[in-house]
């Protein structure tokens, strides 16, 4: 799968948690249903990805166009669905195993260049990867 492009209704089960509002990082478009993660060097947030400094907080609530600085967004965290990576396919097997993030919809068994945990696989079907997302499943 590609990153997000538009929003999407991210399926999810086991009910969600309003993490909070958080900064969204300068000329940033985050979409509704998104992993989003926390940049720890600029304290702002910005699509989840395989990239330096960056520690997945769970879902964006809703979608921020941050063309001018200072736009927030609403973050859940909860137990979503997101694309199983093609390259580095997760199994049931892997149920309470750590997965990692390819990009802001996909998930994979093995880390990129960064290792940015997504969180903890609570299953695999046919339609995707259910990820347990809090703020600790993602350190």
Not at 12 to 24: H, K, S
């Amino acid at each position: 799968m590609t990153a997000a492009s538009e929003n999407r209704n991210t399926p999810e089960t086991q009910g969600r948690a309003y993490l909070g509002r958080f900064t969204v990082k300068d000329a940033e478009h985050l979409y509704a249903g998104a992993m989003v993660a926390l940049n720890t060097s600029t304290s702002e947030v910005e699509p989840a990805a395989d990239a330096a400094n960056l520690i997945v907080l769970g879902r964006a609530a809703e979608e921020v166009d941050n063309a001018a600085d200072g736009e927030e967004i609403l973050v859940e965290q909860g137990i979503f669905r997101y694309a199983n990576s093609g390259s580095n396919a997760l199994a049931r097997s892997d149920i309470g195993d750590v997965c990692y993030v390819e990009d802001d919809l996909t998930v994979g068994s093995s880390g990129g260049s960064n290792d940015v945990k997504a969180g903890l696989v609570y299953d695999v079907d046919a339609n995707g990867v259910w990820v347990i997302q809090t703020a600790a499943t993602s350190r």
